[in-house]
C-alpha cells in the first residue's frame, strides 16, 4: 500500500534541514570511484523499512552504505535492521533513489542539490495517473527500474516520464519458498485499514473479515498475512502467520486477500490468488490481471477459492526471478558512481 498524497507536505521542513545539511553536495567525492558507494532512499511511505528490508543480505554482501532517509525516529521500531538518517543527521550521498513522486520523496528530490544524480525505483506499486509533484524532478532522473514490464508501466505513468524502465525483478523473489500446501489452508493477505503518518489505507477490509469467516464456517483453516501497518488485532480470531506473507504462502493451498505489491509474488510462488475489490478501491489492472478472479460479496469466496488457478502468463506481471536484488544494487550502483 502506497503513501497517501493527501497527507500534508513536509517541503518547508526537508528543504531548510537537507539544504543546511548539504545532502546533494558530496555528488562528487574526493574516494568516491574507489570507495563503496553512498545511497539513501527515499520512499513514498517515510517510515516504511519494509520496503527496503528485503535488499539487506545484498547490501551486506556487497558492503555497501545504504540508509533509508525518514523525517524522524519517531516511528523506527527498536532493533530495526534497516539503517536510517534523517535530513538533522548531515547525511551523505552519492545518489538518492526514490520510490515515487508522493510528497516524502518529492520533497527529499526538490532539497537536494542539482548535482546528486537520481533514480527512481518502484519497491512498491502506484497507480499509472501521473503524480502532482512528478514534474519537480523527472528531468533529473538518470534511471528509472521496477520489478516487471507491467508494472513498469504503471510506475512511468505515475512518474510522467516516456524513460526507459529498466526491469529488475523484485528482491523478494529471489527466495521463494518451497511449497508444502497444507489441506484445506487458505492465506488471507490484509492491507492496512486505517491510514497512519507512514501511509494510507485500501478500502475492503470488512469484505475480506466476512470472506474469511465464510471460509472458516465451510471447514477451511485461515492463516493470515498481514500487511506490516495492518491491525493485528482485527484478525485475532485466526491464525496470523509468524514470518511474512510471502514465506506463508508455501503452507496454502490458495490465497485471498486486497490487492497489493504482495499478489504477483504470490502468485510467483505459485499460489492462486483471488482479489477481494471494494467500488472505492484503485490498483493498476495489473494486479487485477494476477487474481485468479474477483469478487465484491463473501458469499462469493467460498467458489472462488476453490476453483482458484494460476493465470497462464505470469511473466509481464511478475519479472525476473533470481538475482533481483543484485540487479537492482549493480543499476544504482552504476549511476551513483
Not at 521542513?13 to 553536495?25: D, I, P
Not at 515515487?100 to 537520481?118: E, H, I, K, Q
Request: proline letters at 9%; charged letters at 20%; glycine letters at 8%.
Amino acid at each position: 500500500m502506497t503513501a497517501s498524497s493527501r497527507r500534508p507536505s513536509r517541503r518547508s521542513f526537508v528543504a531548510g534541514a537537507l539544504a543546511g545539511a548539504g545532502l546533494a553536495a558530496v555528488a562528487g567525492p574526493a574516494g568516491a570511484a574507489t570507495r563503496p558507494p553512498r545511497i539513501l532512499v527515499a520512499t513514498n511511505e517515510p517510515w516504511g523499512t519494509y520496503h527496503v528490508r528485503p535488499l539487506l543480505p545484498e547490501i551486506g554482501r556487497r558492503g555497501w552504505d545504504v540508509r533509508q532517509l525518514v523525517p524522524d525516529r519517531s516511528q523506527i521500531a527498536p532493533g530495526e535492521t534497516v539503517p536510517v538518517v534523517t535530513p538533522a543527521d548531515d547525511p551523505a550521498a552519492d545518489l538518492l533513489v526514490v520510490t515515487g513522486a508522493t510528497d516524502w520523496p518529492a520533497d527529499c528530490a526538490a532539497a537536494a542539490l542539482r548535482r546528486t544524480p537520481l533514480a527512481a525505483s518502484s519497491l512498491a506499486y502506484l497507480n499509472a495517473t501521473e503524480a502532482p509533484r512528478a514534474h519537480e524532478f523527472e528531468h533529473r532522473l538518470r534511471l528509472v527500474t521496477s520489478s516487471s514490464a507491467a508494472e513498469g508501466r504503471a510506475f512511468a505513468g505515475h512518474l510522467g516520464t516516456r524513460r526507459r524502465v529498466r526491469v529488475v525483478g523484485s528482491p523478494q523473489t529471489d527466495t521463494l519458498p518451497v511449497r508444502a500446501p497444507e489441506p484445506g489452508t487458505v492465506l488471507v493477505l490484509t492491507s492496512v485499514t486505517y491510514p497512519d503518518q507512514t501511509g494510507g489505507a485500501a478500502p475492503g477490509t470488512q469484505l475480506l473479515l466476512d470472506a474469511a469467516a465464510a471460509l472458516t464456517a465451510a471447514g477451511k483453516h485461515v492463516l493470515v498475512g498481514l500487511h506490516p501497518r495492518e491491525n493485528p488485532a482485527l484478525w485475532s480470531d485466526y491464525e496470523i502467520s509468524a514470518v511474512p506473507s510471502l514465506q506463508a504462502s508455501a503452507r496454502a493451498e490458495v490465497a485471498i486477500g486486497i490487492p497489493g505489491t504482495v499478489f504477483p509474488l504470490i502468485a510467483a510462488a505459485g499460489v492462486p490468488v483471488v482479489g477481494c475489490v471494494d467500488p472505492r478501491l484503485v490498483v493498476p489492472d495489473y494486479l487485477l490481471a494476477v487474481c485468479s478472479s474477483l469478487i465484491d460479496d463473501a458469499a462469493e469466496a467460498l467458489p472462488a477459492v476453490d476453483s482458484a488457478e494460476l493465470p497462464a502468463d505470469l511473466e509481464d506481471v511478475v519479472g525476473p526471478i533470481g538475482g533481483s536484488a543484485a540487479r537492482l544494487l549493480d543499476a544504482w550502483g552504476a549511476v551513483a558512481r
